[in-house]
């Protein structure tokens, strides 16, 4: 009969698990990118969110900060209308009736 041995339980810090959830927060990662990368299971991120959220979002963003989000959404915003538009135009041109050529 095979055993098979399990990683010793590695414990994190509280500072640990408050810095790993900003990361994923506030990073724009995929939360299995940042679990990867911090050599940790996704779950235990998912379970860390569940706690410290609600303390890494109270934390007061500077007005850099927010004037930055703030900029960045509204270049969004810009990109997404340049799309839509483009979308309609693309619409109206394939659902026009062909022209045959008569004038009347």
């Given at each position: 009969m095979e055993t098979t041995e399990k990683a010793p339980k590695r414990r994190h810090d509280e500072a640990f698990k408050k810095a790993a959830v900003e990361l994923m927060v506030n990073s724009g990662k995929a939360p299995k990118e940042i679990a990867q990368e911090l050599g940790v299971s996704i779950w235990n991120l998912r379970d860390w969110k569940k706690?410290?959220?609600?303390?890494?979002?109270?934390?007061?963003r500077t007005l850099e900060q927010s004037e930055a989000e703030n900029r960045a959404l509204r270049e969004e915003l810009q990109r997404v209308k340049n799309q839509r538009d483009i979308l309609k135009k693309t619409l109206g041109i394939i659902s026009a009736p062909p022209d045959n050529g008569s004038h009347a």
């Open positions: 706690r410290y959220v609600p303390a890494v979002a109270a934390a007061p």
